[in-house]
């Protein structure tokens, strides 16, 4: 099938919003050469449990899709429509099995010395969209804090080097109370700015009381995900053992397969309105590497996909020490959270962690005007960037991280 022969009726397997949504947009879609939107497909058919930013995303796309002139829409798609696929390609039900497709087309487009081609076209269509839907900037300036070290005593290594030029380094600071400030400085935050996700608390161990849904905050932690994440090895681990059996598996088989992993796959359950927030944890898990087995990682892979996805108005990335590095197969057959844990190394992992994480940060609308700080949990250390404090400058006096909030506000 070719997508000028799509009907409504061949989205009746989507759930309800995807469906609604690919109906309604039906004579763009019918539009579209076959390796594009077999792609557009993939983002469609998982609407229900996308984060309200993601659809207005989609939603705008398509809308502009949709204005193009008859001309302008040609020549956006050419680059697609000159991709030669073969026949059989087509025989593939891309409508209800998109993740599978593009798993084939890629590969397809490697063998036929394509690829090359096909970045070309889909840079040259990312870059007109972000030409044509600029973003506006958030109502007020993004906030992201980072706390990394907890349970080391001290650091022989000098912290946030990648950081201090960018900002205002506080070596004075009184670490009495400072967790409870940063609680309440977010809570606060998500009172003044309600919304569905805009406000997120991501632990890489057990998460500090009073944040959480009844606050308006989104909170995921590793501590609460980690059976999830042995579930999840364990199903893959037999999903090799029995593909192995009868005659191996590749790369290909194996990505298909934990992408349809669901969150009742892997013992994630909720409400409809937690919906998104299950199917974000289960993409973490598994498409993130070693999310499922280093706390540290999982707290960097989920903020930076929170940052990408959601695009939230305030988020707090707690490192926490992780796991001893062992050999991969014990790692991935073992319990992380009854391990000896390894908080130096842990603190070398946060500290690049709130790099990362300033980095997402700046690649949302409104960067110019963001904020973000970075604490040595228990310590005092922190380095704080916003419009109104000096670059590349040291602070010694005697401080407190509330006084901090209050400069960079």
């Given at each position: 099938?070719?997508?000028?022969?799509?009907?409504?009726?061949?989205?009746?397997?989507?759930?309800?919003?995807?469906?609604?949504?690919?109906?309604?947009?039906?004579?763009?879609?019918?539009?579209?050469?076959?390796?594009?939107?077999?792609?557009?497909?993939?983002?469609?058919?998982?609407?229900?449990?996308r984060f309200p930013v993601e659809q207005r995303e989609l939603t705008r796309q398509?809308?502009?899709?949709a204005t193009l002139p008859p001309a302008a829409f040609s020549e956006l798609m050419?680059?697609?429509?000159?991709?030669?696929?073969?026949?059989?390609?087509?025989?593939?039900?891309?409508?209800?099995?998109?993740?599978?497709?593009?798993?084939?087309?890629?590969?397809?487009?490697?063998?036929?010395?394509?690829?090359?081609?096909?970045?070309?076209?889909?840079?040259?269509?990312?870059?007109?969209?972000?030409?044509?839907?600029?973003?506006?900037?958030?109502?007020?300036?993004?906030?992201?804090?980072?706390?990394?070290?907890?349970?080391?005593?001290?650091?022989?290594?000098?912290?946030?080097?990648?950081?201090?030029?960018?900002?205002?380094?506080?070596?004075?600071?009184?670490?009495?109370?400072?967790?409870?400030?940063?609680?309440?400085?977010?809570?606060?935050?998500?009172?003044?700015?309600?919304?569905?996700?805009?406000?997120?608390?991501?632990?890489?161990?057990?998460?500090?009381?009073?944040?959480?849904?009844?606050?308006?905050?989104?909170?995921?932690?590793?501590?609460?995900?980690?059976?999830?994440?042995?579930?999840?090895?364990?199903?893959?681990?037999?999903?090799?053992?029995?593909?192995?059996?009868?005659?191996?598996?590749?790369?290909?088989?194996?990505?298909?397969?934990?992408?349809?992993?669901?969150?009742?796959?892997?013992?994630?359950?909720?409400?409809?309105?937690?919906?998104?927030?299950?199917?974000?944890?289960?993409?973490?898990?598994?498409?993130?590497?070693?999310?499922?087995?280093?706390?540290?990682?999982?707290?960097?892979?989920?903020?930076?996909?929170?940052?990408?996805?959601?695009?939230?108005?305030?988020?707090?990335?707690?490192?926490?020490?992780?796991?001893?590095?062992?050999?991969?197969?014990?790692?991935?057959?073992?319990?992380?959270?009854?391990?000896?844990?390894?908080?130096?190394?842990?603190?070398?992992?946060?500290?690049?962690?709130?790099?990362?994480?300033?980095?997402?940060?700046?690649?949302?609308?409104?960067?110019?005007?963001?904020?973000?700080?970075?604490?040595?949990?228990?310590?005092?250390?922190?380095?704080?960037?916003?419009?109104?404090?000096?670059?590349?400058?040291?602070?010694?006096?005697?401080?407190?991280?509330?006084?901090?909030?209050?400069?960079?506000?």
């Amino acid at each position: 099938m070719q997508p000028q022969q799509l009907r409504a009726k061949d989205f009746a397997h989507y759930p309800p919003q995807a469906q609604a949504f690919a109906v309604s947009h039906l004579q763009v879609l019918e539009r579209v050469p076959l390796s594009l939107c077999a792609i557009l497909l993939l983002e469609i058919i998982d609407y229900d449990w996308r984060f309200p930013v993601e659809q207005r995303e989609l939603t705008r796309q398509f809308n502009y899709l949709a204005t193009l002139p008859p001309a302008a829409f040609s020549e956006l798609m050419a680059p697609f429509a000159a991709v030669r696929l073969p026949d059989a390609i087509s025989k593939i039900d891309w409508v209800n099995q998109p993740q599978h497709f593009s798993e084939q087309l890629s590969a397809l487009l490697w063998s036929m010395q394509q690829m090359d081609q096909y970045r070309a076209a889909a840079l040259a269509y990312q870059e007109q969209l972000q030409q044509a839907l600029v973003e506006p900037p958030p109502a007020v300036p993004r906030f992201a804090i980072a706390a990394i070290g907890q349970g080391t005593a001290s650091s022989e290594r000098p912290l946030f080097r990648q950081l201090r030029p960018l900002g205002t380094l506080f070596t004075g600071v009184q670490p009495e109370g400072g967790l409870q400030t940063l609680v309440d400085f977010m809570n606060a935050r998500a009172r003044r700015h309600p919304a569905p996700f805009a406000h997120w608390y991501i632990d890489g161990g057990e998460p500090l009381p009073g944040c959480g849904a009844e606050q308006g905050i989104t909170l995921t932690s590793y501590q609460t995900l980690a059976p999830a994440a042995l579930r999840e090895l364990n199903l893959t681990n037999r999903f090799v053992e029995k593909a192995t059996s009868r005659g191996g598996v590749g790369p290909e088989a194996m990505q298909s397969f934990m992408a349809g992993l669901t969150p009742d796959d892997v013992g994630l359950h909720g409400s409809a309105a937690q919906a998104p927030l299950r199917h974000f944890e289960v993409s973490v898990l598994t498409q993130g590497a070693g999310s499922q087995v280093f706390s540290t990682t999982f707290v960097q892979w989920s903020a930076r996909e929170a940052m990408r996805r959601a695009q939230p108005l305030t988020l707090f990335a707690r490192f926490a020490p992780r796991q001893c590095m062992a050999p991969m197969n014990e790692l991935l057959n073992r319990n992380p959270l009854t391990q000896k844990t390894d908080p130096e190394g842990s603190l070398i992992d946060a500290d690049m962690g709130a790099y990362y994480t300033w980095i997402n940060q700046q690649r949302l609308s409104g960067a110019a005007d963001s904020r973000f700080l970075a604490w040595y949990e228990g310590h005092d250390l922190a380095v704080a960037v916003a419009p109104g404090l000096a670059k590349g400058t040291v602070s010694d006096g005697t401080t407190s991280l509330g006084k901090i909030l209050e400069w960079m506000t």
